[in-house]
């Protein structure tokens, strides 16, 4: 009869043993899926970022092309203003 009894209480020791591990690796999945949406968000959000920020260097790109192109111009009026006077009348 002892036996039975401590077969019996090893076999409760281990079921409870076992329901913990289980609980823990229940919990373990959680976190991961929770760490899984978290990444989702996360490179959603950059993605954003980066289209963002690569449209405003587009536009700065842009508007920094018109100025370089105005004072091109701007430079040859000069070029061609210097060249009106150099030249005797």
């Known amino acids: ?21 289980n609980r823990r690796f229940d919990d373990t999945n959680r976190r991961i899926d929770d760490l899984k949406q978290d990444l989702i968000v996360l490179r959603t959000e950059v993605k954003g970022d980066y289209e963002s920020l690569r449209r405003e260097v587009k536009e700065d790109y842009r508007r920094l092309e ?24």
């Open 1 to 21: 009869m002892p036996i039975l009894v401590a077969i019996l209480v090893g076999i409760i020791y281990n079921n409870r043993r076992f329901d913990d591990v």
């Open 66 to 89: 018109g100025r370089v192109e105005r004072v091109e111009s701007l430079l040859m009026e000069l070029l061609k203003e210097m060249r009106k006077e150099k030249t005797p009348a």
